[in-house]
């Protein structure tokens, strides 16, 4: 194995200050995605997304953010899958974005909800046909014998959808992340990273308290 203690890099970010930050955390968020879809390219909008099931053991994994809009982050998945039974049973989640070559990372914290229909249909109707197709076919996180078996489904919803457009599944559909907390942490020489959080107590409310946290 090769020696991952040894594996260290210097961070030498620009300064992140409390004092030289908006009254919103959206508006940095807006311009750190921003950056970050110049710098990292197509990973930009990776986000670890954080979730708990019934019996509050943790599960995370990666999606992709595809918007933005007045009261959260969206992303889009399979309502039965693993992650959309946990957010059905505890609607509150955790995001995580990692951009190496910024040496940036957000965390944000909040409530779950659905996107309704029209904000749904919309976004699929966007999709690849490939990718709309894909959205029956795979029932997500349930045990399949093989990639047959996947192939095989797509050759019946091809068939079922040719010459005419792919409807959206009942089951896939909009999330939307409400944070209450965004925490933007910027790398700085000699591990003393900047750290700024925003939080308000209610997701309703507009006022962000913010604050500076030790790294």
Known sequence: MSDLAGMRR???GEALAPEHT????IPLFEHWLEQAVEHEGLDANAMTLATVDSGGHPHARIVLLKGLDR????FYTNYQSQKGNELAHVPQAALVFWW?????QVRVEGSVEKTDDEQS???FASRPRSSQLAAWVS???VEIPDRVWLKERLARFEQVYVDQEVE???HWGGYRLVPQMIEFWQGQPSRLHDRVRYARHDSSEDEWHRTRLAP
């Open 121 to 123: 249909d919309d976004y």
């Open 100 to 104: 190496p070559g910024l040496q940036r």
């Open 168 to 170: 959206r599944p009942p």
């Open 10 to 12: 210097d961070y030498v």
């Open 22 to 25: 908006p009254d919103s955390p």
């Open 139 to 141: 029932q997500q996180s």
């Open 71 to 74: 009261d959260g982050m969206l």
